[in-house]
Protein backbone atom coordinates (compact mmCIF):
# COMPACT_ATOMS: atom_id res chain seq x y z
CA UNK A 1 0.00 0.00 0.00
CA UNK A 2 1.11 3.40 -1.19
CA UNK A 3 0.80 6.58 0.86
CA UNK A 4 1.59 10.07 -0.31
CA UNK A 5 3.69 13.63 1.32
CA UNK A 6 3.16 16.62 -0.34
CA UNK A 7 5.37 19.01 0.60
CA UNK A 8 5.29 22.49 -1.07
CA UNK A 9 5.32 21.58 -4.75
CA UNK A 10 7.17 18.61 -4.30
CA UNK A 11 5.12 15.53 -3.92
CA UNK A 12 6.81 12.41 -3.04
CA UNK A 13 5.59 8.74 -3.23
CA UNK A 14 6.48 6.48 -0.22
CA UNK A 15 6.23 2.92 0.33
CA UNK A 16 3.96 1.74 4.03
CA UNK A 17 7.27 0.34 4.74
CA UNK A 18 9.82 2.61 3.70
CA UNK A 19 8.46 5.16 6.17
CA UNK A 20 11.91 5.99 8.18
CA UNK A 21 12.99 9.37 8.14
CA UNK A 22 16.17 11.05 6.11
CA UNK A 23 18.52 13.59 6.99
CA UNK A 24 19.18 14.91 3.24
CA UNK A 25 16.76 15.45 0.27
CA UNK A 26 18.00 16.95 -3.18
CA UNK A 27 16.33 19.78 -4.77
CA UNK A 28 14.97 19.10 -8.20
CA UNK A 29 14.51 22.01 -10.29
CA UNK A 30 12.23 22.60 -13.70
CA UNK A 31 12.53 25.49 -16.05
CA UNK A 32 8.82 26.94 -16.68
CA UNK A 33 6.42 28.48 -19.65
CA UNK A 34 8.64 31.17 -18.82
CA UNK A 35 11.63 29.89 -19.44
CA UNK A 36 12.95 30.62 -15.94
CA UNK A 37 14.17 28.04 -13.64
CA UNK A 38 12.55 27.54 -10.32
CA UNK A 39 14.52 26.19 -7.09
CA UNK A 40 12.36 23.93 -4.56
CA UNK A 41 13.61 23.77 -1.52
CA UNK A 42 13.25 20.45 0.59
CA UNK A 43 13.06 20.01 4.36
CA UNK A 44 16.53 18.62 5.78
CA UNK A 45 13.76 15.92 7.47
CA UNK A 46 11.31 14.04 5.78
CA UNK A 47 9.41 10.83 6.25
CA UNK A 48 10.16 9.00 3.06
CA UNK A 49 12.92 9.33 0.45
CA UNK A 50 11.99 11.37 -3.29
CA UNK A 51 10.61 8.96 -5.28
CA UNK A 52 11.65 9.20 -9.15
CA UNK A 53 8.17 9.89 -10.34
CA UNK A 54 7.93 13.14 -7.86
CA UNK A 55 6.39 15.88 -10.17
CA UNK A 56 6.73 19.22 -10.07
CA UNK A 57 3.51 21.42 -10.84
CA UNK A 58 2.30 25.03 -11.45
CA UNK A 59 -0.49 24.36 -9.38
CA UNK A 60 -0.34 25.44 -5.84
CA UNK A 61 -1.67 23.99 -2.81
CA UNK A 62 -4.95 21.66 -3.29
CA UNK A 63 -3.99 21.95 -7.26
CA UNK A 64 -5.08 25.76 -7.35
CA UNK A 65 -3.77 28.38 -9.24
CA UNK A 66 -0.10 28.95 -8.09
CA UNK A 67 -0.67 32.73 -9.26
CA UNK A 68 -3.71 33.32 -7.36
CA UNK A 69 -1.75 32.32 -3.86
CA UNK A 70 1.58 34.22 -4.01
CA UNK A 71 2.74 32.73 -0.50
CA UNK A 72 3.08 29.25 -1.50
CA UNK A 73 5.14 30.19 -4.19
CA UNK A 74 8.90 29.39 -3.46
CA UNK A 75 11.41 31.94 -3.80
CA UNK A 76 14.13 31.62 -6.47
CA UNK A 77 17.74 31.35 -4.74
CA UNK A 78 19.54 34.42 -4.32
CA UNK A 79 21.32 35.96 -1.93
CA UNK A 80 18.16 38.12 0.17
CA UNK A 81 18.27 39.32 3.80
CA UNK A 82 18.57 35.54 5.45
CA UNK A 83 22.15 35.94 3.88
CA UNK A 84 23.54 39.15 4.59
CA UNK A 85 22.07 39.85 8.09
CA UNK A 86 24.87 36.83 9.57
CA UNK A 87 27.51 38.69 7.38
CA UNK A 88 26.75 41.83 8.65
CA UNK A 89 26.57 41.07 12.23
CA UNK A 90 30.17 39.02 11.62
CA UNK A 91 31.67 42.29 10.47
CA UNK A 92 30.28 44.70 12.85
CA UNK A 93 31.71 41.72 15.61
CA UNK A 94 34.77 41.87 14.05
CA UNK A 95 34.91 45.98 14.01
CA UNK A 96 34.07 46.01 17.99
CA UNK A 97 36.33 43.58 18.52
CA UNK A 98 39.23 45.30 16.47
CA UNK A 99 37.78 48.78 18.15
CA UNK A 100 38.38 47.77 21.64
CA UNK A 101 42.12 45.70 21.04
CA UNK A 102 43.05 49.16 19.56
CA UNK A 103 41.68 50.57 23.43
CA UNK A 104 42.90 48.52 25.21
CA UNK A 105 46.19 48.83 23.66
CA UNK A 106 45.97 53.00 24.40
CA UNK A 107 45.32 52.42 27.70
CA UNK A 108 47.59 49.62 28.48
CA UNK A 109 50.53 51.95 27.43
CA UNK A 110 49.43 55.06 29.18
CA UNK A 111 49.25 52.63 32.52
CA UNK A 112 52.83 51.60 31.60
CA UNK A 113 53.80 54.97 30.97
CA UNK A 114 52.50 56.93 33.96
CA UNK A 115 53.74 53.59 36.03
CA UNK A 116 57.65 53.95 34.68
CA UNK A 117 57.51 57.67 35.57
CA UNK A 118 56.43 57.17 38.79
CA UNK A 119 59.06 54.96 39.53
CA UNK A 120 61.49 57.48 37.76
CA UNK A 121 60.24 59.92 40.37
CA UNK A 122 60.47 58.18 43.14
CA UNK A 123 63.78 56.51 42.25
CA UNK A 124 64.93 60.29 41.95
CA UNK A 125 63.43 61.15 45.40
CA UNK A 126 65.26 58.18 46.95
CA UNK A 127 68.62 58.54 45.79
CA UNK A 128 68.27 61.94 46.74
CA UNK A 129 67.39 61.85 50.25
CA UNK A 130 69.65 58.94 50.88
CA UNK A 131 73.03 60.29 49.18
CA UNK A 132 72.26 63.72 49.95
CA UNK A 133 70.84 63.36 53.78
CA UNK A 134 71.56 61.53 56.32
CA UNK A 135 69.08 58.66 57.78
CA UNK A 136 65.92 60.25 59.56
CA UNK A 137 67.11 63.51 57.94
CA UNK A 138 64.40 65.34 55.39
CA UNK A 139 65.62 67.00 52.29
CA UNK A 140 64.08 70.45 51.33
CA UNK A 141 65.84 73.07 48.76
CA UNK A 142 69.19 71.42 49.31
CA UNK A 143 69.40 71.48 53.28
CA UNK A 144 68.83 68.51 55.65
CA UNK A 145 66.12 69.07 58.45
CA UNK A 146 65.96 66.59 61.67
CA UNK A 147 62.87 67.08 63.44
CA UNK A 148 63.22 65.41 66.95
CA UNK A 149 60.92 63.58 68.61
CA UNK A 150 62.65 64.18 72.11
CA UNK A 151 62.79 67.10 74.20
CA UNK A 152 65.71 69.13 75.37
CA UNK A 153 66.48 72.49 77.01
CA UNK A 154 67.85 75.16 74.27
CA UNK A 155 71.60 74.58 75.13
CA UNK A 156 71.09 71.35 74.91
CA UNK A 157 69.24 71.00 71.92
CA UNK A 158 72.12 73.43 70.36
CA UNK A 159 74.60 70.87 71.10
CA UNK A 160 72.70 67.77 69.87
CA UNK A 161 72.25 69.34 66.50
CA UNK A 162 76.29 70.47 66.53
CA UNK A 163 77.02 66.52 67.25
CA UNK A 164 74.97 65.33 64.74
CA UNK A 165 76.64 67.62 62.25
CA UNK A 166 74.55 70.57 61.77
CA UNK A 167 72.58 73.35 64.35
CA UNK A 168 69.50 74.24 65.70
CA UNK A 169 67.52 76.05 62.43
CA UNK A 170 68.02 79.34 60.98
CA UNK A 171 65.15 80.65 59.07
CA UNK A 172 66.03 83.07 56.14
CA UNK A 173 62.77 83.66 53.79
CA UNK A 174 58.70 82.73 53.98
CA UNK A 175 59.23 79.39 51.96
CA UNK A 176 61.26 77.91 54.43
CA UNK A 177 59.20 79.21 57.34
CA UNK A 178 55.99 77.48 55.45
CA UNK A 179 57.47 74.50 55.21
CA UNK A 180 59.17 74.06 58.43
CA UNK A 181 55.36 74.39 59.74
CA UNK A 182 54.12 72.27 57.72
CA UNK A 183 56.72 69.14 58.65
CA UNK A 184 55.54 70.61 62.75
CA UNK A 185 52.04 70.05 62.27
CA UNK A 186 52.19 66.87 61.54
CA UNK A 187 54.49 66.12 64.33
CA UNK A 188 52.79 67.78 66.94
CA UNK A 189 50.60 66.17 69.80
CA UNK A 190 48.79 69.41 71.18
CA UNK A 191 49.35 72.99 70.78
CA UNK A 192 52.26 73.40 73.27
CA UNK A 193 54.39 70.43 72.06
CA UNK A 194 56.58 73.18 69.83
CA UNK A 195 59.96 72.97 68.44
CA UNK A 196 62.94 75.09 68.98
CA UNK A 197 65.02 77.11 66.85
CA UNK A 198 68.38 79.24 66.45
CA UNK A 199 67.25 81.96 67.58
CA UNK A 200 68.30 84.12 71.01
CA UNK A 201 68.28 87.54 72.98
CA UNK A 202 70.98 85.45 75.97
CA UNK A 203 73.41 87.60 75.24
CA UNK A 204 71.27 91.05 75.43
CA UNK A 205 67.93 91.16 75.82
CA UNK A 206 66.20 92.49 72.81
CA UNK A 207 69.12 91.65 70.63
CA UNK A 208 68.27 88.02 68.90
CA UNK A 209 71.53 86.55 67.02
CA UNK A 210 71.15 83.40 65.28
CA UNK A 211 73.57 80.31 65.97
CA UNK A 212 75.87 81.80 63.68
CA UNK A 213 75.39 85.45 65.77
CA UNK A 214 74.16 86.95 62.48
CA UNK A 215 71.72 89.35 63.62
CA UNK A 216 67.94 88.57 62.89
CA UNK A 217 66.81 89.90 59.78
CA UNK A 218 63.59 92.36 60.79
CA UNK A 219 62.22 92.11 57.48
CA UNK A 220 62.00 87.76 57.38
CA UNK A 221 60.53 87.62 61.18
CA UNK A 222 57.92 85.64 62.21
CA UNK A 223 56.81 86.71 65.66
CA UNK A 224 53.15 85.96 66.90
CA UNK A 225 51.14 89.28 67.06
CA UNK A 226 47.50 89.72 67.82
CA UNK A 227 44.96 91.90 69.62
CA UNK A 228 45.99 89.30 72.86
CA UNK A 229 49.53 89.28 72.47
CA UNK A 230 52.41 90.52 70.93
CA UNK A 231 56.03 88.25 71.10
CA UNK A 232 58.22 88.53 72.27
CA UNK A 233 57.27 89.18 75.70
CA UNK A 234 59.92 88.31 77.92
CA UNK A 235 57.43 86.84 80.21
CA UNK A 236 58.85 86.09 83.57
CA UNK A 237 56.06 84.53 85.69
CA UNK A 238 57.48 81.20 84.81
CA UNK A 239 60.77 82.54 84.90
CA UNK A 240 62.46 84.78 86.42
CA UNK A 241 65.25 85.37 83.82
CA UNK A 242 62.63 86.11 81.70
CA UNK A 243 62.33 84.08 78.29
CA UNK A 244 65.39 84.47 75.89
CA UNK A 245 65.03 81.85 73.46
CA UNK A 246 62.60 81.28 70.30
CA UNK A 247 60.44 78.39 69.95
CA UNK A 248 58.14 77.64 67.05
CA UNK A 249 55.14 75.45 65.45
CA UNK A 250 51.34 75.10 65.23
CA UNK A 251 49.28 72.50 64.60
CA UNK A 252 47.26 74.17 61.98
CA UNK A 253 49.49 76.24 59.15
CA UNK A 254 46.68 79.08 58.40
CA UNK A 255 48.86 81.77 60.60
CA UNK A 256 52.83 81.28 59.90
CA UNK A 257 53.85 83.62 62.03
CA UNK A 258 54.02 81.99 65.10
CA UNK A 259 57.48 82.35 66.96
CA UNK A 260 57.38 82.77 70.37
CA UNK A 261 59.99 83.37 72.71
CA UNK A 262 59.93 81.07 76.17
CA UNK A 263 61.95 80.32 78.86
CA UNK A 264 65.54 78.45 77.73
CA UNK A 265 65.37 75.97 80.36
CA UNK A 266 62.21 74.77 78.77
CA UNK A 267 62.42 71.21 77.59
CA UNK A 268 61.02 71.16 73.86
CA UNK A 269 61.74 69.48 70.78
CA UNK A 270 64.09 70.82 68.06
CA UNK A 271 64.71 71.39 64.36
CA UNK A 272 67.95 70.24 63.13
CA UNK A 273 69.82 71.98 59.64
CA UNK A 274 73.02 71.18 57.76
CA UNK A 275 73.55 71.62 54.18
CA UNK A 276 73.00 68.71 51.91
CA UNK A 277 75.62 66.71 50.47
CA UNK A 278 76.52 67.26 46.89
CA UNK A 279 76.32 63.26 45.21
CA UNK A 280 79.33 62.85 43.30
CA UNK A 281 79.01 62.04 39.33
CA UNK A 282 79.61 58.54 39.90
CA UNK A 283 77.37 58.02 42.35
Not at 186 to 215: C, N, Q, V
Amino acid sequence: MSAEVIYSDVKFTCSAENQEPRSTVSCSHKQDDSGEWDCFFCSRWVWCPPMPHASLSAAGPRGEDRAAHPEAQVKKPGCGPVVWVPMCLCALLVGVAVGLGVLYSKQQKEKDLEKHQHVNKSSATDVQDCKACPSGWNFHAGKCYYFSSDKMAWNASARSCITMGGHLVMIDSEEEQKFLLGEMSTKMTGDDDKFWIGLSDAEEEGRWLWMDKTPLNKSVTFWLTTERYKEPDNWTEENENGEDCARMGERSTVNIRIWYDASCEKPLKRVCEALAATPSRGL
